[in-house]
Structure formats: structure tokens, C-alpha cells
């Protein structure tokens, strides 16, 4: 009895030594270059823009309802809540071999000798309860993949939620543009329709050449032209919109005007270092680096033996008093297997280095895209601000044409032209807004934004 104690207390011994033997892998995260500002930001930045709430940068109540339906109804974004859900299942699959297995089962058989004439009836009822000892911290790191993989799902959705947000904001503020630009055409095809009835009277009264009656026709049927083109692109981004929406085509609420989408003048970029706490794609190459690293310590575990015990308990259907119980251990380690383990752990590596640039590659696009949203911003702002003023140029300028071609100072292709020109500056006017508005959600999507913090 003392010998069979002491030997148990040397399995217990020795089992605790090697269960501090854990293979644990400690991730650092890649050296990034160290830059203290954005090159096109304001030296002012104390708070990242992102850090607003999506609901709060838009002034405009209907885009903000329908972004609320994009969030709710889009299907794209649906899957990703599906992803999330199989993901976490993974990780409950993995949690499993945390704990021991029950199982049960029932055996039985008939036997009959050609000796005896007698036949022997047998009927066995078993559990088997077995477990495999971590001790090498092997399905501790599958866990830990696992919860890596679950965690980097999580952040996907999030890249997803906040690229929506923007996708909806960028097609609304389009809308808004062509909805503008519809009404520079109809008041230009007003204005021509105007302007040639006088000239035809004047052509009918033998004033002026056909030539005059012809150019303001072209003028006009080129604007009907721009209209009709308008049309297609405002029916067609209404389809486009519908479809971020979960719904089939239909027809877009409209809110503010698109001079009417006023933001803030200040938008601060904060630091680039924060792109590594909050940019949604970042974030996802970390988790992705973070699983890898637990890869490769539960494929180093594999240089180790496994030890599994199995304790088996039943009895005899046929004689319920017959009970028996079996306690076995395995014990099972590598000896020669041509170099797989140590070629599977050098792939895993392979794949972790490979992981680490695209890290710092996901870090450099997220820089890149601060940078030329923010130069964007500026020089969008400053195009709109040129064509305003070339606009009003241009009022003048036609007004007065119309002056001096009445007083016959001057030739009606002058006239035309400016009007031409003035027609153009109004469309070129409205596309600048839109794109200053678009780099400001660029900007916004660039740096994180769009998206709750609730699992950092």
C-alpha cells in the first residue's frame, strides 16, 4: 500500500512539473515607423474627428434616417452578424477540449460453439469518461486562435458598418449634386426658351441672321441633352442607394439642399498613431498576427507527447451485479515523422511574417488615405470657394453681353458663349461641393470612424 501511494505521488509530481512546461507565445506588436503628424493636418489636431458618433456629423435628419435603414436592412452587413455568430461557435468548439468527454455505450453479443450446444449471451452497458491533459499548453493556444479569429470577426463588421455609413453618405450627397444640377439645366433651358422666342421674333422681323436662331436652338437641345443624362444618373444612383438599403429600387427622400450640408470648418485628424487603436482594418491584422502566434505555440506543442486518461464504467445487462471499471493512460510523443512537425511550425512562421507585413501595409494604406482626405478637403474647399467667384464672373458677364449685343456692340456668338460658360461654372460649381462633402465622409472613414467602440 505504501509503495502504490508513493507512486502515486510521483505521477502527481511529475504531472505538476510539466504542467508549468505551457508553450506561450507573448506577442509584441511590429515596429511601426514613429510619425508625430499628419503632413496635410492642422498643428492645432487635440481631438481625432472620429471619435464623433456617425449620427452627430451629419446635419441632415433624412440622411441620418437612412443610414439607420442601411445599418438595419442591408444584407451584406447581415452576413457579417452571421460570421460573428460562427465564429463565436468556433471558439465554443475549441473551449471543448477544455473539458473532459462523457460518453456511453451499450455492446452486446450471442455466442454458440460447435462443441457445446449451449449458446452464451453477453450484453455490456458502459461510460467512458476521458480527458487530455494541456500540458504542454497545446489547446490552450487553439483557444486562443480561436478567440483571435472571433475578436478579428467583430472588428470585420465594424469595417463593414462604418464603409456603409460612407457609401450611403457619398451616393446621397451624388444625389443632392444631380438634383442641383437638374435645376441649373431646366432654369438654363428656361432662360434659352426665353431668349430664343426674342431672337426668332427678330429673325422674323429680318433683324438678324438665322444663324443666331440656330445657335440658340443648339445651345438649348445641348442642355435638353445634360438633362436627360441627369435623369438616368439620378434614377440610377436612387437604384444604387436602394440596394445599401436592403430594399428594391424605389424612389430617395430627399433633406437639405446640397448647399445646405454644412460641416464643421475644423476637422481635426488627431495623431496617426491612434490609426492603430481605432482603424477598423488595422485592428483586424493585429487580431489576425495574435491568432497566428497562438498557431504556432500549439504547433511547437505537437514536438511533445500527449497524455490522455480514460476512466470506463459498466456493468453486465445480463448479471446486473457484475460491475467492472478500467483507469488507462496514454502516453504518445513524436519519435520520427520525416521532419513534418519542424516543417509545419517553419509554415506557420512563414505565415505569421507574412501577417506582419501586411500589418504595417494596412497601416501605411490608413496613413495614405488620412493624407489624401485631408488634402482633399483643403483643396476641394478652395475649388468651390474659385468657382464661386468665377460664377458670379460669369452672371455679370453674360448680363452685360446681353447689353451690348442689344445695342449692337458686339456679335450674338458672344453672347452664347458666355451663357455657355455661365451654364458650365454652375455645374462645375456643384461638383466641387459634392466632392468637398465626400472627402469630408472619406476623411471621416479613413481615420475609423462610423463605428461603437465596444470591444478595444
Not at 449692337?408 to 453672347?415: A, I, K, M, N
Not at 466632392?435 to 472619406?442: E, F, G, H, M, R
Request: charged content about 15%.
Amino acid at each position: 500500500m505504501i509503495k502504490k501511494h508513493l507512486i502515486y505521488s510521483f505521477i502527481f509530481t511529475v504531472f505538476l512539473g510539466l504542467s508549468s512546461c505551457h508553450i506561450n507565445k507573448t506577442y509584441v506588436a511590429p515596429q511601426i515607423d514613429d510619425v508625430s503628424k499628419y503632413r496635410n493636418a492642422s498643428s492645432t489636431d487635440t481631438l481625432i474627428f472620429a471619435n464623433s458618433s456617425w449620427w452627430r456629423i451629419f446635419n441632415d435628419t433624412t440622411l441620418v434616417a437612412l443610414i439607420e435603414e442601411g445599418l438595419n436592412n442591408n444584407y451584406p452587413l447581415k452576413n457579417t452578424v452571421s460570421l460573428i455568430k460562427q465564429s463565436q461557435l468556433q471558439l465554443e468548439i475549441a473551449q471543448a477540449q477544455l473539458y473532459p468527454s462523457i460518453n456511453y455505450g451499450i455492446t452486446g453479443d450471442i455466442t454458440k460453439t460447435s462443441i457445446a450446444s449451449n449458446t452464451t449471451q453477453n450484453a455490456l452497458a458502459a461510460a467512458n469518461v476521458s480527458y487530455t491533459l494541456d500540458v504542454w499548453g497545446r489547446i490552450k493556444n487553439q483557444n486562443e486562435a480561436a478567440l483571435q479569429a472571433y475578436l478579428a470577426t467583430e472588428m470585420a463588421s465594424n469595417e463593414v458598418q462604418a464603409t456603409l455609413v460612407t457609401q450611403i453618405a457619398s451616393i446621397y450627397f451624388t444625389l443632392r449634386d444631380v438634383d442641383n444640377k437638374i435645376i441649373v439645366a431646366e432654369n438654363m433651358i428656361s432662360s434659352l426658351t426665353e431668349f430664343k422666342d426674342v431672337i426668332e421674333a427678330r429673325y422674323d422681323g429680318g433683324f438678324v441672321s438665322k444663324v443666331d436662331l440656330n445657335q440658340v436652338i443648339i445651345n438649348q437641345q445641348e442642355a435638353e441633352v445634360t438633362l436627360q443624362a441627369l435623369f438616368r444618373s439620378r434614377a440610377q444612383l436612387e437604384h444604387a442607394l436602394s440596394i445599401l438599403l436592403g430594399a428594391t429600387p424605389k424612389s430617395i427622400p430627399r433633406g437639405l439642399a446640397l448647399q445646405e450640408q454644412v460641416f464643421s470648418s475644423d476637422f481635426p485628424a488627431g495623431v496617426p498613431v491612434e490609426l492603430l487603436r481605432r482603424r477598423p482594418s488595422i485592428l483586424i491584422a493585429e487580431r489576425k498576427l495574435k491568432a497566428q502566434l497562438a498557431v504556432i505555440g500549439a504547433t511547437e506543442a505537437l514536438n511533445y507527447p500527449n497524455f490522455t486518461i480514460s476512466l470506463d464504467l459498466g456493468a453486465q445487462l445480463t448479471k446486473p451485479s457484475l460491475l467492472f471499471s478500467t483507469l488507462t493512460g496514454n502516453l504518445l510523443g513524436p519519435i520520427f515523422n520525416n521532419n513534418r512537425i519542424k516543417n509545419t511550425i517553419q509554415l506557420e512562421e512563414e505565415i505569421y511574417n507574412q501577417l506582419v507585413n501586411e500589418y504595417k501595409q494596412s497601416y501605411l494604406l490608413a496613413f495614405q488615405e488620412v493624407e489624401d482626405a485631408l488634402i482633399a478637403i483643403d483643396t476641394y474647399h478652395q475649388e468651390y470657394q474659385i468657382r464661386q467667384t468665377q460664377l458670379q464672373l460669369s452672371q455679370e458677364a453674360l448680363n452685360l453681353s446681353w447689353v451690348r449685343y442689344n445695342e449692337g456692340v458686339t456679335s450674338f456668338l458672344e453672347f452664347i458663349n458666355l451663357q455657355t460658360s455661365l451654364f458650365n461654372a454652375q455645374l462645375n460649381a456643384s461638383e466641387s461641393y459634392k466632392l468637398y462633402l465626400q472627402s469630408i465622409v472619406k476623411l471621416y472613414l479613413a481615420l475609423g470612424g462610423g463605428w461603437t467602440q465596444t470591444n478595444m
